[in-house]
């Protein structure tokens, strides 16, 4: 995708205007090589970024951490999302379908989960992207559990609206010392749409989720830290919460302590504002 549009608001930007002179070259880096595809996510190694920027690829692997939540990578699967990519584009009929065919090239990953999420009103404006990317994709959407549907008709079960107060109230009571992290999940969650509202099915469907994971994960310390660290890149999203769970593990994370944790809810609160 050799033309593509880079804001020039971005050196105005404060955030931007923290970085080192090495982050600055790999931010526009990512947004300006030739592997960027029309949505922002490609396939990209390490080596590939130090050689093509000039940098020692101990540097990249250092840097590109700290570009986060506007650059994310997925070192397992080699995968980088320039998440504000298609935002900052002259978004055409084509174009739209060029994102939908790049997203169908990528595949199954949690990038394209949270892509969905974000980009709601992208996909909801233009026909031709939604006829190519929906059907296929429609099984990675983040947060898809329809756990109330009736097994016989396979419809929507419609729940009393004092039952389903009780019902969120007694899922929010399962997490104890994690709740105060769950509510921030909600809120990161809702602040995705444009009513800035999760339905309350929705929350259930979400606090069931995030259930099953803090039973598998067996530890609430490092169930919490994870939801805080990945609330605080403004982002609410089950897979993401379990890839950061394993990276934790394999580092040997096991807790943290209550002035971290306190770090964390202050910097998810931060990203409760719309990135720019």
């Known amino acids: 995708m050799p033309n593509r549009d880079f804001d020039s608001a971005t050196w105005n930007d404060s955030w931007f205007e923290a970085l080192t002179p090495e982050q600055k070259l790999l931010f526009v880096y990512t947004w300006t090589n030739n592997h960027c ?28 951490p700290s570009l986060e939540p506007k650059i994310m990578y997925d070192p397992d699967k080699q995968i980088l999302w320039v998440r504000n990519f298609v935002r900052k584009q002259k978004r055409g009929d084509a174009f739209l379908v060029g994102v939908g065919k790049s997203l169908l090239r990528i595949g199954e990953h949690f990038f394209v989960g949270l892509f969905l999420d974000e980009y709601r009103d992208v996909i909801r404006a233009s026909q031709s992207l939604s006829e190519v990317l929906l ?21 929507r079960t419609r729940i009393p609206a004092t039952e389903v107060a009780s019902l969120l109230e007694e899922s929010l009571g399962k997490f104890s010392s994690s709740r105060q ?68 593990r394999q580092a040997g994370v096991v807790a943290i302590p209550a002035e971290e944790r306190q770090h964390g809810l202050d910097a998810a609160g931060r990203r409760l504002k719309v990135l720019d």
């Open 181 to 248: 992290a769950v509510d921030l999940f909600l809120r990161v969650a809702a602040s995705k749409n444009k009513t800035e509202r999760v339905s309350d099915t929705k929350k259930l469907s979400y606090l069931a989720e995030l259930a099953v994971v803090m039973d598998e994960v067996g530890d609430e310390d490092l169930f919490r830290a994870a939801i805080l660290e990945m609330t605080g890149k403004g982002i609410a999203n089950i897979n993401y919460l379990k890839k950061i769970i394993t990276s934790k």
């Open 135 to 155: 059907e296929p994709l429609r099984g990675t959407r983040a947060g898809a559990v329809s756990f109330n549907k009736n097994k016989r008709s396979g419809k």
């Open 37 to 64: 595809t029309p949505c922002g996510m490609y396939n990209i190694t390490f080596n590939r970024m130090a050689y093509e920027t000039g940098l020692d690829e101990s540097e990249v692997r250092r840097m590109l």
